[in-house]
């Protein structure tokens, strides 16, 4: 969730304190680890897919609901929370990814879906150093996380 957003419920500030708790850990273990070193974090490191899915985590939970799609199918049942949502920002990665790297992701065979691209797009930025670089670029879009 940005910063400037407020949770709606107190369910939503639980998710929000526990994808900031995730988030510190994966960050803290991987400095641990990698501080001291020349070795470059890629996305095989364990550490470094929590790191992923936290950021997964920040962009479903943190921009606005027309790049969230929550899964169909089934009904709830009562007092179940509903429909998962899906990390679905493809587009608005697409604004700051470089159209090489979008036509590779795309044309990967077995990422059918944009929620596969989503996912592949920031282990690709982790494991190609550019995830700051991306992530920097999005702060400067604040207009599409708001």
Not at 85 to 90: E, G, H, L, R, V
Request: proline share 3%; aromatic share 6%.
């Amino acid at each position: 969730m940005l910063a400037t957003q407020m949770p709606e419920t107190p369910l939503e500030a639980k998710d929000t304190k526990q994808i900031k708790e995730r988030l510190a850990q994966s960050l803290k273990a991987l400095q641990k680890r990698y501080i001291t070193s020349d070795a470059v974090v890629t996305s095989d490191d364990g550490d470094a897919n929590l790191l992923c899915c936290a950021l997964e985590a920040i962009f479903i939970h943190g921009i606005k609901s027309k790049c969230i799609r929550s899964e169909a199918g089934g009904r709830s049942r009562k007092g179940d929370r509903g429909p998962l949502p899906q990390p679905f920002f493809w587009s608005l990665l697409k604004t700051v990814t470089h159209r090489d790297v979008i036509t590779e992701l795309e044309k990967i065979s077995f990422l059918c879906t944009d929620v596969g691209r989503c996912r592949a797009w920031l282990r690709l930025a982790l494991n190609h150093g550019l995830l700051e670089c991306y992530l920097a670029s999005l702060f400067r879009e604040d207009s599409k996380l708001r």
